[in-house]
């Protein structure tokens, strides 16, 4: 398929603004930025911590450097704060609250839900593979749920790598406090559990996810006869009719977005314990969603002139 971007003068200009600074320090963090305690020690506000690693995370800078940029940054705009140090940015982030996205979409949502592999840093599965030292570092995964309108991360979840997915459906819709109209995934969500799960922040949710190929009809009454009818359909249909009449195709819209953290905000986690991890790649989310707020193109379908 072919898509033209309708809006290039603005998108690029959006992709510009991405780098600039001022898209990520913003006036409201400076003015909430420290506090001086006895002696005249700085103790920064959590406003700064989340300020400094989002701009670490923006431009992919190792802690020392991150420090750096923000001394000089705050040096040129002539002010009298300063930046936290890099020890205090790796102290401070495992304690950091729970990030929010910046402006959640007005419900109702149609959720987009999967789950991708982040490693965590180190050498990790080389050295098993070539001196057959077990390793002590292991996966993550990170689980997420989209808005299928805009893109944006409504909220996120880390776990460790032997997590199954379902497992994480009620905590990310815990996070959510707008209304739901609709929740797609894959196949690997498939069981009564997550229709019942599903079913207890709302009876009207509609649930989109394939059954698999060996699975029958269960006959049961509840949240779960709303799989019996895609299994129908699909007997009657085929999948590929399915997932036309259910628009199963939007669920590529969370691969994409995936796709876009990895490359991004980076495939692995820097971080070396499990809470700064997860307070990692929920900046990483942050930052993804900052980004897309600046530049986001508006593509339609076109022919493929070299077909």
């Known amino acids: ?85 890099h020890s205090t940015i790796s102290r401070r982030a495992v304690t950091l609250p729970v990030i929010q996205p910046a402006s959640v979409p007005h419900g109702p949502l149609h959720l987009l839900i999967d789950s991708t592999g982040l490693q965590v840093y180190g050498a990790g599965q080389w050295l098993e593979a070539k001196h057959g030292a077990k390793s002590r570092r292991r996966w993550r995964k990170l689980h997420l749920a989209v808005d299928a309108d805009n893109g944006m991360i409504v909220a996120r979840t880390l776990t460790d790598q032997d997590a199954d997915d379902p497992s994480q459906v009620a905590p990310m819709l815990d996070q959510i406090d707008v209304g739901i109209a609709k929740v797609t995934a894959d196949g690997a969500y498939d069981g009564a559990p997550i229709y019942a799960t599903i079913a207890a922040h709302g009876d009207n949710i509609e649930v989109v996810i394939p059954p698999r190929s060996t699975a029958v009809l269960s006959g049961e009454q509840g949240p779960f006869d709303r799989r019996d009818r895609h299994l129908a359909t699909i007997t009657e249909l085929g999948r590929l009719a399915w997932q036309k009449a259910t628009d199963y195709g939007k669920r590529s819209l969370v691969e994409t977005t995936m796709g876009r953290y990895k490359v991004l905000i980076g495939p692995r986690l820097r971080a070396r314990g499990f809470a700064a991890q997860q307070t990692e790649a929920a900046i990483g989310a942050a930052v993804l969603n900052r980004m897309l707020v600046a530049a986001r193109p508006k593509s339609v379908r076109c022919k493929d002139r070299t077909a």
């Open 1 to 85: 398929m072919a898509f033209k971007v309708r809006n290039w003068p603005e998108y690029e200009a959006g992709l510009r603004r991405r780098g600039s600074l001022t898209l990520w320090i913003e006036d409201a963090a400076l003015d909430h930025w420290q506090t001086f305690g006895p002696g005249g020690q700085a103790r920064y506000k959590d406003a700064a911590i989340q300020t400094t690693l989002m701009v670490r995370t923006a431009f992919r800078l190792g802690l020392r450097q991150t420090e750096g940029l923000m001394a000089s940054v705050l040096t040129l705009m002539d002010l009298t704060i300063s930046a936290p140090d």
